[in-house]
């Protein structure tokens, strides 16, 4: 007999993660701010923690995978705003972001530098934490904020970021201002056997353009750590607006994303995740095609070592007629290492003229690495272009024999066709820095196989 | 058909197969699902005693397995389980002379034009009218080089090792809630057993027909193609149409030894009150080959996902699909492929096309075991959409654990093109005559792979679907 939820325990209550704990958290905040907690604190007690039953969660078993009781509450990491006292990972990271509209530094949930051209500033553009925006942007905090975009109703880890969101970026682009050079955000994780809740928010106004680079990074760490991030992105009417997430996490880290992005007519709101590090690594991608004209290109990258688990799970809606999304997903996978991808284009009954595409292809390099890919389609209306594929295979021997003919080892060949196979990605963004980093992580990677 | 011939002209405008007979049984159960029901079934089939507690066992699966929560709506099916006759009995007895079987049960198959597709084309013939084969011939040159070709309850009887032997070996009762109920009720169905070499050359064929209002018809098929055999067998199956629903369950089960080649064939063409729930999965070992040919026209509800397990080296497995989901239908199919041995091969094809309120679903597995080296799986899925209302989905399941193993699944969707269209139309044919080829095109890849009168009748049929379509 299926138990009745409601009368059931709430799931993944702890010592660390409760009600009182919400309550003694949000004490000094705002009513309007307490209220939001509590309500998605009511939301994630009465959603039952997913498992393998759910076609969702399928293939990664959370049972299994994270251990929510054995998670702390994070120290406040002390971190003077200065470059040269941060911890070497971070700097490095940090070094090669130079060229940038602006910057967020953050250590362990929290932001302690952000900085914005002069310029900008004064054409109203707002780059802020969103622990900041409390006080000095209630009012977009209130509009946007876990409401439309990514509520708590979302579901299990939506429900929980939004009950304990310690910080952030609040990033708002005014109509027709637009940013040549990217936003980069450099997150870093010091804390070993906690939970850290991150929300990302962009809000494009109608004609602005910005592209967003958050890279979140670590060492080894040495207990598993939770890194939960919310991300909300919101393309206004003629928008243009690219946000890449660069996951760099140690070995111990579970990361979990929820991503959702709002595309309005004429706009074009691009996204790009490349997972390298954790653990275990989730990603939930939603894409909203609302207005007609809107675009949506989602790319992601992923290389797994070690016993890496991978899991993306896309949907791409198209609600409003004549839009068009374009998905592709490469990843390369060794040793014990596994990914998951599950996709969806759904095509409403209002969206005609839809062309949508979605592509997932795997190169499996050793014996024991495992693949799989389940792109769905679900069509309601009838004048469409839609088609997806999926791939899995191993490095074609034909490139490296080439490759090996001209005069280069077999590793240096096999390094090749594996950067070739995942660089058709890279090659569709073309967003100065981010491909040079992206290459020299997956280079890096390379080395150690 | 000829050039220009309007689909009027055709004068197949109703679901030609809906007419209803004069119910006749001898026997029936009583309505809905029980263990005395399972016991008279066996009682009524004089089975060994191991059958019945097989059937027994297989209904406490059955009752302790949940009713599926995916693919397509089954939320009223728990009220037509209650309702339906599980076991109606036409006659006394099985007849293999035409001229023997009831005139009422030979004038229906009469009017399906079954005896006459056997006199030209086939092999051997059986016919299943509710819950028993009334009829089963085989022709005398195969009976003499060894084949059988009987009803299942004839090889359950007459060749009871062999049957012993490979019975519920290849899907289990425990496989899924439906294959747990036909293990408790089976009735009917056929025994095949191909002989070690032996190259039938003209198919073999199965007719299904549900006469009785809410009945449900379970038959079970057992296949066994020996070493070096090579064979084709067809099943149609058809039903009158009843404001009340009706139930489909069948299990099919197939054994297909080294170097041995088979070809299964379903045209579906339930009537449109039917739920139609099948498991059909064949073990092919190796250097084997495996066919399943899939055409689904009928039905209110098709679940239906032919297998291909192949176990042996060598292996090879093939399934071609065909949907045609007409308003109110959904046809939720597609394949399954599990690679579980080297250098095995695979390909799935599907072709759906959705009109009106029809919706049609594709959802396929393909899994790679680790050590299946050097696998090759490729799977493709066409889907074309008539109205703004039709509805089609994809769901493949990809799942590699061998990285040298090759998979490839491509799918698209599309609408009919008005290019396409308005090229047909400038030739001067009228927008309906345009369609009908256009679709016809469309699935030409999977009927020109049926025997000539079933791509006939199959292209009739989508004539017949398409009618009104445009507009």
């Not at chain 1, 309007?32 to 759910?54: C, D, F, G, I, N």
């Not at chain 1, 005069?407 to 820095?433: H, I, K, N, Y």
């Not at chain 2, 079954?114 to 009976?143: F, R, T």
Request: with cysteine; net charge negative; glycine share 8%.
């Amino acid at each position: 007999m299926p138990m009745d939820t409601t009368t059931m325990d709430p799931e993944g209550v702890t010592e660390t993660l409760n009600r009182e704990k919400v309550q003694a958290y949000s004490g000094p905040e705002p009513e309007w701010l307490k209220e939001r907690r509590s309500h998605a604190w009511e939301v994630y007690e009465k959603t039952p923690m997913p498992t393998t039953r759910l076609e969702e969660w399928r293939y990664t078993d959370l049972k299994k995978k994270l251990d929510l009781d054995g998670l702390a509450w994070p120290e406040v990491t002390e971190c003077a705003d200065d470059f040269d006292a941060c911890p070497d990972g971070l700097r490095d990271a940090m070094e090669a972001d130079r060229a940038a509209a602006g910057h967020v530094w953050g250590i362990d949930g929290l932001v302690f530098h952000i900085d914005l051209e002069e310029d900008l500033q004064q054409k109203g553009v707002v780059l802020t934490s969103t622990r900041r925006a409390v006080d000095s942007h209630p009012d977009l905090l209130k509009q946007y904020l876990a409401t439309e975009t990514l509520p708590p109703e979302s579901g299990k880890f939506e429900a929980l970021n939004a009950s304990f969101w310690t910080d952030g970026i609040l990033l708002y682009v005014p109509s027709g201002v637009r940013l040549d050079l990217p936003i980069r955000v450099t997150r870093w994780v010091s804390q070993t056997g906690v939970a850290l809740f991150s929300r990302t928010l962009v809000i494009a106004e109608p004609g602005s353009q910005v592209s967003l680079v958050d890279e979140i990074l670590s060492d080894d760490l040495e207990s598993q750590t939770l890194v939960s991030d919310a991300v909300e992105v919101v393309a206004k009417d003629g928008a243009q607006v690219q946000y890449v997430s660069l996951q760099r996490l140690g070995h111990g880290a579970f990361y979990q994303s929820s991503q959702r992005t709002l595309a309005q007519r004429d706009s074009t709101l691009d996204t790009l995740n490349v997972s390298m590090g954790a653990s275990t690594s989730r990603v939930d991608l939603n894409a909203q095609l609302l207005g007609p004209g809107a675009n949506s290109d989602m790319l992601g990258l992923y290389f797994g070592d070690d016993t890496q688990h991978f899991d993306h799970n896309t949907s791409q809606d198209h609600v409003a007629p004549n839009t068009s999304s374009d998905l592709l997903y490469k990843g390369a996978l060794d040793n014990e290492s596994r990914s998951v991808f599950r996709g969806i284009i759904r095509v409403h009954p209002k969206g005609q003229k839809t062309d949508a595409y979605q592509t997932n292809r795997n190169l499996l390099l050793s014996d024991n690495a495992r693949a799989d890919s389940l792109p769905n389609l679900e069509i309601q209306a009838d004048d469409v272009r839609c088609s997806h594929g999926a791939t899995v295979g191993q490095l074609d021997a034909e490139s490296r024999f080439y490759l090996m003919s001209r005069g280069l080892t077999r590793e240096q060949a096999e390094r090749l066709v594996v950067m070739g196979f995942l660089g058709e990605v890279l090659s569709r963004l073309p967003l100065g820095g981010v491909v040079e980093k992206v290459t020299n992580v997956i280079e890096e990677k390379l080395r150690q196989v | 058909m000829p050039e220009n011939e309007t689909l009027q002209d055709l004068g197949l405008d109703e679901y030609k197969y809906g007419f209803v007979d004069e119910e006749k049984h001898v026997f029936r159960t009583q309505p809905g699902l029980t263990e005395e029901v399972v016991r008279q079934i066996s009682a009524q089939k004089e089975e060994p005693e191991w059958m019945l507690e097989f059937r027994l066992k297989a209904l406490d699966i059955y009752n302790s397995k949940p009713m599926p929560t995916w693919g397509g709506d089954l939320s009223s099916l728990n009220r037509v389980l209650d309702d339906i006759y599980y076991y109606v009995r036409p006659q006394d007895k099985m007849e293999h002379d035409w001229d023997d079987v009831p005139e009422n049960i030979k004038t229906t198959f009469e009017r399906l034009g079954i005896p006459e597709a056997e006199q030209k084309i086939l092999a051997g013939v059986g016919a299943q009218y509710e819950s028993e084969m009334v009829y089963h011939s085989l022709k005398q040159e195969w009976e003499e080089k060894g084949v059988i070709f009987d009803s299942i309850e004839e090889g359950l009887k007459n060749h009871p090792e062999l049957f012993r032997q490979y019975f519920g070996t290849v899907v289990p009762s425990e496989d899924n809630k439906f294959s747990a109920m036909n293990s408790a009720v089976w009735s009917g169905g056929s025994f095949v057993y191909i002989p070690k070499g032996v190259e039938l050359e003209t198919p073999l064929q199965a007719y299904f027909r549900v006469n009785q209002e809410r009945m449900g018809q379970f038959e079970r098929t057992l296949i066994i193609a020996d070493e070096g055999s090579h064979a084709h067998y067809i099943e149609g199956c058809t039903a009158p149409v009843y404001s009340t629903e009706s139930f489909h369950s069948g299990v099919i089960e197939i054994v297909v030894h080294q170097n041995a080649r088979f070809r299964y064939t379903t045209i579906q063409n339930w009537s449109n009150n039917m739920y139609n729930l099948v498991t059909q999965r064949a073990m092919v070992h190796e250097n084997a080959s495996m066919e399943w040919l899939d055409g689904n026209l009928g039905s209110k509800l098709t679940m239906k996902y032919p297998s291909c397990f192949l176990v042996g080296e060598g292996a090879h497995g093939e399934i071609l699909s065909i949907a045609y989901a007409g308003n109110g239908q959904h046809h939720d199919t597609g394949g399954k492929v599990v690679h579980a041995a080297p250098r095995t091969t695979s390909s799935i094809v599907s072709k759906s096309i959705s009109r009106g309120t029809g919706r049609s679903s594709y959802r396929g597995l393909c899994k790679v075991y680790e050590g299946a080296k050097h696998a090759k799986s490729n799977v493709e899925c066409d889907a074309l959409l008539i109205n703004d209302t039709s509805r089609t989905d994809t769901y493949p399941y990809i799942e590699i654990d061998e990285r040298d193993a090759n998979v490839g699944h491509e799918a698209t969707v599309s609408k009919v093109g008005e290019e396409q269209l308005f090229y047909l139309m400038s030739r001067g044919m009228s927008e309906e005559e345009a369609m009908a080829l256009i679709v016809r095109g469309f699935i030409e890849p999977i009927a020109k792979e049926l025997p000539l009168e079933y791509a006939v009748e199959l292209n009739r049929l989508i004539d017949l679907e398409m009618e009104g379509s445009v507009g």
